[in-house]
């Protein structure tokens, strides 16, 4: 069983704010997606991440995954209320599957 | 573009009675998956098809049954439900199994079972 830690679980900050939440884990991945959930909604695709140290940039998120492919980070600058949401980690084991795991994810207020 | 529909969104069923949560999805996507999630536990996979006629146990499968007909329906049985089956239940579909292809989900069926 691979263990997924998200942190922080919360985060609660004003507009204008800079912030970064992470994804870790003893395992190494093929692969590492990003999803944010908002309430009453199902997770939506952000981002996916292949090759270890990889960024990517989505506007004002920007997305690392580890050199060693452990580990992963987003972070947003000057975040906004639209922000708001559960963001999640998922990232794709080694073993072939067809599955990715799903961390319990860091629930974002962006405040006006 | 309809992608993920899952109907109902919302169900009360009472202990020990059985109810279908349906999903279809008109992606022509070979892979499906049902997802619970539960508060701060995140997503647990509960059962996955990688083709009509193909289905495979998840993490969670106990109290579901699945069954993969069609390309585009993946259905998640219940049987006999229990309080521990409160929950969110998500569908998702991807292009692919192997590489990096997304999911994407449904909006969910808010289940309580009472």
């Known amino acids: 069983t691979q263990l997924l830690e998200q942190s922080p679980q919360f985060l609660s900050i004003q507009e204008g704010e800079n912030l970064t939440v992470y994804c870790n884990s003893s395992s190494v991945f093929s692969s590492l997606q990003w999803y944010r959930q908002e309430p009453g909604e199902g997770p939506v695709l952000l981002v996916t991440v292949v090759t270890g140290g990889e960024v990517k940039k989505l506007k004002r998120l920007t997305f690392q995954f580890g050199d060693a492919r452990k580990d992963s980070s987003l972070h947003i600058t000057a975040a906004q209320p639209g922000d708001t949401g559960l963001y999640l980690c998922?990232?794709?084991?080694?073993?072939?599957?067809?599955?990715?795991?799903f961390g319990t994810g860091t629930r974002l207020k962006v405040l006006a | 573009n309809a992608g993920v529909t899952q109907t109902p969104k919302f169900r009360i069923l009472k202990i020990g009675q059985s109810m279908t949560l349906q999903c279809t999805q008109d992606?022509?996507?070979?892979?499906m998956y049902w997802y619970r999630q539960d508060p701060g536990m995140g997503l647990k996979l509960i059962y996955y098809?990688?083709?009509?006629?193909?289905?495979d146990k998840g993490e969670v499968p106990n109290g579901y049954n699945v069954s993969r007909s069609t390309t585009e329906d993946f259905p998640l049985r219940l049987e006999l439900a229990a309080p521990s089956q409160t929950s969110v239940y998500f569908c998702a579909s991807s292009a692919q199994g192997e590489g990096p292809y997304g999911y994407t989900f449904g909006s969910g069926t808010r289940l309580t079972v009472v």
């Open positions: 992606m022509n996507h070979n892979y």
């Open positions: 998922a990232p794709k084991t080694t073993s072939g599957t067809y599955k990715y795991i």
């Open positions: 098809s990688v083709g009509a006629g193909i289905t």
